[in-house]
């Protein structure tokens, strides 16, 4: 079934910008949507198709997708950015949804 | 604001079955798809299986596909996961999650979560 690959981890010093790729084939034909997940908590979603922000995220969230790599950019970063995030995808050949390994972003 | 709230884990033996429950509330849970997804300690997250708004289309991971079914009550707005022959490796916290939009047999994204339910399988 088809694969997404996170990096398992990114640092970033607080008000630089984070970027966190998801790799899979041909991933640009497909919609790519991100969670945040803080220790101990459920996970939020962040981005959603590729782009768009649910109401109440921050305009610093944003996301791009093309070719075979979609990326989470995180700009401005905080100390409350610190979190696991989660790519994900709808796969019609399997109907399966799938996500990837999550990454570890670390503010310094 | 959407609420989902998972019951009905605990640890159970191996090989035995376990009934997960999501009481839905604050939206009009007929209308939507519903999934199960669940994470291992330490680890990230798994997708178990998926139910569309009106219990017709359900899809299941491979892991899980012959042991696990999920089921709806749209009169009760409540989600289940009946997970039988429970191995080990099904220990996790399972999370029940919502799908965006209404009255389609499709799914796309999760777009709300529920706090999760600790299912511990030992012996």
């Known amino acids: 079934s088809y694969v997404l690959t996170q990096p398992p981890s990114v640092s970033v010093a607080p008000g630089k910008t984070a970027r966190i790729t998801c790799g899979g084939n041909?991933?640009?034909?497909?919609?790519v949507h991100w969670y945040q997940q803080k220790p101990g908590q459920a996970p939020v979603l962040v981005v959603y198709?590729?782009?768009d922000r649910p109401s109440g995220i921050p305009e610093r969230f944003s996301g791009s997708n093309s070719g075979n790599t979609a990326t989470l950019t995180i700009s401005r970063v905080e100390a409350g950015d610190e979190a696991d995030y989660y790519c994900?995808?709808?796969?019609?050949?399997?109907?399966?949804?799938?996500f990837g390994g999550g990454t570890k972003l670390t503010v310094l | 604001q959407v609420q989902l709230v998972e019951s009905g884990g605990g640890v159970v033996q191996p090989g035995r079955s376990l009934r997960l429950s999501c009481a839905a509330s604050?939206?009009?849970?007929?209308?939507?798809?519903m999934h199960w997804v669940r994470q291992a300690p330490g680890k990230g997250l798994e997708w178990v299986a998926f139910?569309?708004?009106?219990?017709?289309?359900?899809y299941y991971a491979d892991s899980v596909k012959g042991r696990f079914t999920i089921s709806r009550d749209n009169l009760k707005n409540t989600l289940y996961l009946q997970m039988n022959s429970l191995r080990a490796e099904d220990t996790a916290l399972y999370y029940c999650?919502?799908?965006?939009?209404?009255?389609?047999?499709?799914?796309?994204?999760?777009?709300?979560w529920g706090q999760g339910n600790l299912v511990t399988v030992s012996s």
């Open positions: 999650a919502k799908d965006p939009f209404q009255g389609v047999v499709m799914t796309t994204f999760l777009d709300y």
């Open positions: 604050k939206f009009t849970f007929s209308r939507y798809g």
């Open positions: 139910i569309s708004y009106d219990g017709i289309k359900k």
């Open positions: 041909n991933i640009g034909s497909k919609s």
């Open positions: 994900q995808v709808w796969d019609s050949i399997s109907d399966h949804v799938v």
């Open positions: 198709y590729d782009t």
